[in-house]
T-cell receptor, first 111, second 114 residues
C-alpha cells in the first residue's frame, strides 16, 4: 500500500524557472515530512523538512508548503539551476522512526 | 563531522549465497535504519536499530536480518540471495529514535545478484 503519492514522476524546467513537486499522504501517524535530493550513484541527501503544525518553511531557494487538512505538501524550487537536476523524494516519518517515501520525481533543469 | 559510511560500496554475489553489509553512523547518532532502493519498488524500509535493539521491521522476509553493536555500528545480512535482492541498500542514521528525527543517509551498497 503506497502511503505517500508523489507527482509528477518527471519534470523539465528551464533555468531560472520554478520547479513544483507535489505529495499526498494517507497515514495520519506521520509527524514529520522531509524532502530528499538524490544524485545518481549517491545516497539521498536531506534537503528540507517540515512539521505538520507549520504551513510553510523556506530555506534559500527551497520552500515546503503544507496543507494538513488536505494531507498534501509540496516542494517549490525557485530560480531552478542545472545543478538542481536530480531525483527528489518526499517522505513521511512516523514515531517509529520509519520513513515512507513517495515514488520520486526526476527533475531536469535545462540551461 | 564525518557522514554515514557504508562498506562495501559494491558487491556481486550469486544466487543462494549470503551477504553482510556494514554501516557506521554519524558520530553520536544512536539510531540506524536500513532501506532498500530498487527501480520498481522505490525506497522501502527494512528495519531500524536503536541501542542494539531492533525497534521496527518493514515488510521483508526473514532472510533479511541485522544487528547493531555497542558503538552504534550496524550490519545487515541477507541469506539465500535471490535475483530480486539486487538493489541499492542504504543506511541512515539519526540522533535518536522517534518523532522529528532527521535521518541522514550513507552512499549505499550496490548489490548485484547473478
Amino acid at each position: 500500500q503506497q502511503q505517500v503519492k508523489q507527482s509528477p514522476q518527471s519534470l523539465i524546467v528551464q533555468k531560472g524557472g520554478i520547479s513544483i513537486i507535489n505529495c499526498a499522504y494517507e497515514n495520519t501517524a506521520f509527524d514529520y515530512f522531509p524532502w530528499y535530493q538524490q544524485f545518481p550513484g549517491k545516497g539521498p541527501a536531506l534537503l528540507i523538512a517540515i512539521r505538520p503544525d507549520v504551513s510553510e518553511k523556506k530555506e534559500g531557494r527551497f520552500t515546503i508548503s503544507f496543507n494538513k487538512s488536505a494531507k498534501q505538501f509540496s516542494l517549490h524550487i525557485m530560480d531552478s539551476q542545472p545543478g538542481d537536476s536530480a531525483t527528489y523524494f518526499c517522505a513521511g516519518l512516523n514515531a517509529g522512526n520509519m520513513l515512507t517515501f513517495g515514488g520520486g520525481t526526476r527533475l531536469m533543469v535545462k540551461p | 563531522k564525518a557522514g554515514v559510511t557504508q562498506t562495501p560500496r559494491y558487491l556481486i554475489k550469486t544466487r543462494g549465497q549470503q551477504v553482510t553489509l556494514s554501516c557506521s553512523p554519524i558520530s553520536g547518532h544512536r539510531s540506524v535504519s536500513w532501506y532498500q532502493q530498487t527501480p520498481g519498488q522505490g525506497l522501502q524500509f527494512l528495519f531500524e536499530y536503536f541501542s542494539e535493539t531492533q525497534r521496527n521491521k518493514g515488510n521483508f522476509p526473514g532472510r533479511f536480518s541485522g544487528r547493531q553493536f555497542s558503538n552504534s555500528r550496524s550490519e545487515m545480512n541477507v541469506s539465500t540471495l535471490e535475483l530480486g535482492d539486487s538493489a541499492l541498500y542504504l543506511c541512515a542514521s539519526s540522533l535518536m529514535s522517534g518523532s522529528y528525527n532527521e535521518q541522514f543517509f550513507g552512499p549505499g551498497t550496490r548489490l548485484t545478484v547473478l
